[in-house]
Nanobody
Framework: QVQLVESGGGLVQPGGSLRLSCAAS????????MGWYRQAPGKQREFVAT???????NYADSVKGRFTISRDNAKNTVYLQMNSLKPEDTAVYYC????????????WGQGTQVTVSS
């Protein structure tokens, strides 16, 4: 069974920074693309950033220049460094991975809350 576990969320003031981590575990052979998505109250889940196994990245326009996605393939972990946070970044952040495993598929973490408020 594959699990994705996020950590690093919390409360931060506008202009502050947070670093999210997401570690995958289980009977994993390889992890292809990994990404971060977020869902604010009353809104649909939206794309934030993705990264390929080779390190190519893609970002939503709303976070370009402020957020950085990275990964450590040896640790099956993806990160999201969030700088210059704004109140509109408040959401539950979810990790996603396209994982080749005993049961291959697209997996999601349970989410971690990020609140940007003074």
């Amino acid at each position: 069974q594959v699990q994705l576990v996020e950590s690093g969320g919390g409360l931060v003031q506008p202009g502050g920074s947070l670093r999210l981590s997401c570690a995958a575990s289980g009977s994993i052979f390889r992890i292809n693309d990994m990404g971060w998505y977020r869902q604010a109250p009353g809104k649909q889940r939206e794309f934030v950033a993705t990264i390929t196994r080779g390190g190519s990245t893609n970002y939503a326009d709303s976070v370009k220049g402020r957020f950085t996605i990275s990964r450590d393939n040896a640790k099956n972990t993806v990160y999201l460094q969030m700088n210059s946070l704004k109140p509109e970044d408040t959401a539950v952040y979810y990790c996603n991975g396209n994982i080749v495993a005993t049961v291959t598929g697209n997996y999601w973490g349970q989410g971690t809350q990020v609140t940007v408020s003074s």
